[in-house]
Each structure stands twice: as C-alpha cells, then as structure tokens.
C-alpha cells in the first residue's frame, strides 16, 4: 500500500509540474503576442534595399526587412487604372510583395507601409513598376476573327494562361455602332478557338474583345465577315453498322447505338454504352447521304462529369465505299479531337463553367477541305479513366448535304 501511495504522488507531482510548464509557456506566447499591441508604440521602422522585377501585368518587390519587433506586415497601395486600387500585403516571415492586376505597360506609383502589431502605419515610401505588356495586350495580338460554317469563329494564343473572357459581338442591323454580344467564352487555356453559329450567309460587322480578372478591356478586333453555308445533318437517314472489326457490343439492348441519333441530349440513361474493351474501340455509321462536315457536337453521359468513360479523345473516320470485311482499307482520316475545358483545370477539378459547356454539348470543328463522306468511323483513343469502357449520350452533326 506504501508503494502504491508513492508511486500516485508521484504521478501527480509530474502532473502538477506539466500544468505548471505549460501555463508558463501559454504566458510567455501571450506576452510575446501581446507585447505591441499597446497603441503608444510607435509604427515600425520603413524596409529597405527594395527592388523590383516586372511581370506580365505586375511587378515582383523584394525589400530586406527590418529588425523591429513591432513590425506585423508590409503592405503596398497602388492604382492599376484610373480610381480602382488594390492592396498587396506580407506578413513579417517574407520580404516579397506580389502586386498584379495592372492593364497596361505604363509606369505606376506604388506606396509601401510598415505595419505594426497595434495596426499603426509607417510613413509610405514610394516606388514606380513598369508591368510587362498583360495577357489583355499580348493575347489580343494573337487574336485571329474570321468566318465559319455558320458564323464566325475567334482563334488565340495565351503562353501566360491567365484567366480570360473573351466576348464576340455583331453590330446591330438597325443601329449602325450597336453592337449586341452573342456569346463570352471564358478560358485559361494555353492557345485555343470557338465560335458562334446561327447566322445566314449575309456580310455582317463581327467584333471580339476580352476582360482579365481584374476587369481590364483590351482593344476591339473588327472585322467583316460572311458566314459559310451549313446545315445540321438530319439524323433519320441514320443506321448503325455492324462490320466485323467493330469491337462493340452494348451493355444491355437500353444502351444501343441507336441513342446516339435519338434527340434526347442530356438523359443520363438514354446513351450508347457498349462493353468494356481495350482501347481503342470503334463504331461505325451509316449517314445514308453524302456529307461534308464542317463541325459536331459530342454530348457525355451528363451524370457522371469530367470521370470515368467519358470520351476524351477521339478520331473521325470517313468513307464512301468501306471494306465489306471491316477492314481500315478505304477509310480516310477527316479529324482528330482532342477535348479541353475551357478552365484548363487539371483532371478531375472542373469549374462551373466546364459543366455549362458539357450541357450545351462539346463543340468540335472539322478542317477545311475535307471531302464528302457517307460512312464514319468513330475512334474512341482515350477515356478519362482508361479502363476501356466509355459512354456517349448523342451526336449531332453540321455541314453540307451532297446530291
């Protein structure tokens, strides 16, 4: 019993004397946090030795960091165009401000400020940046306007990959100097194209401009343009081939080819689904008229977006006299898709955005030059998840019917 009672006061010396290093230690933080706080302590002594590195639309600013434990942050004001501002800030463990958000090339005032504990501000010192030209200014040089099968068509390169709306616009037809927006399509992709459709083949003035995330306007690309004839192909003249070297059959008869010409878009169950194969796997068409394409559009089993077997790159194959055997022989490449979302955010991260532009059908457009075909051969080449089954929801196509 002795023992036993020795050992319990023990254990409850070590127990009193941790509480007794641990409040010790919950004081000397709340000191230290605490210690400038007091509003009578003057603001924090300036940085020095700043230099700047200028970036695409903003500038990098380094400083060395003064030896003043008042100081919280060091924050930078500046105008990145007449009477919007913004704030950059670092908090005392760096000595790097990132400022962005500038539209132009021109030399712009920058003030930074020392920041204390008790929220107290140095005086300001006063730098200038001149930002590299922004992607609202070199991407704009890429832009490329001109007319499609059905309307106009805007192509870009973006080597920054920032985050862009880009606005296609026509001038009204009563109103000389109106112009109404058709479509904005928003991307970070690397380099890219789309396009908006409907028009009649009439001369009409087209124009396209973008905004940055900061809301800065490029300049306006005009143009006119005569949209190119097209049609969408009607689907009734349709029938699913079964030649031998097809490597497909549908998971249940509810998943036939069939679906893919049925009108229903986005119904998650009424899609063409066949067994799991290796990749690639193909299926073939009959159009039962000649063609010539100009583009289509591939709509997913909506359900499931940006995962698992939907499509995610894919060749067109055409052919107006295939090998009665299946044989490639006789078939001609006409394209090859390779589908991105207008994000460009990595698999499987997509944006709002992205699922908007899966609901309206993914957009692909064929070259120029390609020749009428009544048979197609679609390629399934890759699947987001690569087990080798994939399902599409309907193909819709646009073009030219030949007599």
């Given at each position: ?11 409850v010396?070590?127990?009193?004397w ?9 004081q ?11 509003s ?18 903003g ?5 060395s ?12 004001e ?13 908090s005392?463990?760096t ?10 090339t021109?030399?712009?005032e ?21 930002p ?16 499609t099968?059905g ?30 927006p058709?479509?904005t399509y ?27 995330h ?22 009734n003249?349709?029938v ?5 070297s097809d ?8 998943y036939n ?36 394409f100009?583009r ?5 089993r ?39 979302t207008?994000?460009g ?14 609901r309206?059908?993914?957009?692909f457009?064929?070259?120029?030059g ?5 048979y ?21 196509f ?6």
């Amino acid at each position: 019993m002795k023992k036993k009672q020795l050992y319990k006061s023990a254990c409850v010396s070590r127990l009193l004397w941790g509480v007794v290093v641990l409040a010790s230690v919950w004081q000397g933080c709340t000191r230290e946090t605490n210690a400038y706080i007091d509003s009578s302590i003057p603001a924090p002594e300036l940085v020095s030795d700043i230099k700047v590195a200028s970036t695409p639309g903003g500038a990098i600013v380094t400083y060395s960091i003064p030896d003043d434990p008042n100081l919280f942050y060091v924050k930078a004001e500046y105008e990145i165009r007449p009477g919007v501002f913004r704030e950059a800030k670092s908090s005392y463990y760096t000595d790097t401000l990132t400022l962005v958000g500038f539209g132009d090339t021109l030399s712009h005032e920058v003030k930074i400020y020392s920041v204390g504990r008790n929220q107290k501000e140095s005086e300001s010192i006063s730098i200038k940046v001149k930002p590299l030209m922004p992607p609202i200014m070199s991407v704009f040089e890429t832009f490329k306007l001109a007319s499609t099968f059905g309307g106009v068509y805007v192509a870009f390169k973006d080597s920054t990959q920032a985050n862009l709306a880009i606005t296609i616009m026509v001038e009204d037809t009563l109103v000389s100097g109106t112009w109404d927006p058709l479509d904005t399509y928003y991307t970070a992709e690397k380099d890219g194209t789309f396009a908006v459709r409907g028009f009649d083949t009439v001369k009409r003035k087209f124009a396209v401009y973008m905004q940055d995330h900061w809301h800065n306007t490029s300049d306006t690309l005009i143009e006119y343009l005569t949209p190119r004839f097209e049609q969408q192909i009607p689907k009734n003249t349709f029938v699913a081939m079964h030649l031998n070297s097809d490597n497909w059959e549908p998971v249940s008869p509810k998943y036939n080819m069939e679906n893919l010409w049925d009108g229903v878009e986005l119904e998650s169950e009424n899609i063409f689904a066949p067994w799991t194969q290796p990749l690639p796997e193909w299926f073939s068409i009959d159009l039962g008229q000649n063609v010539i394409f100009s583009r289509m559009k591939l709509f997913q089993r909506i359900s499931y977006p940006y995962n698992g077997f939907w499509v995610k790159k894919f060749a067109i194959w055409g052919s107006n006299d295939p090998d009665s055997q299946g044989s490639w022989t006789g078939w001609q490449l006409l394209a090859t898709f390779d589908f991105k979302t207008p994000s460009g955010l990595p698999w499987p991260q997509y944006s709002a955005d992205d699922l908007a532009y899966a609901r309206t059908g993914q957009d692909f457009s064929f070259p120029d030059g390609i020749p009428a075909v009544r048979y197609i051969r679609f390629e399934v080449l890759e699947t987001y998840n690569m087990t080798g089954q994939f399902a599409i929801g309907e193909l819709s196509f646009w073009g030219q019917l030949v007599p």
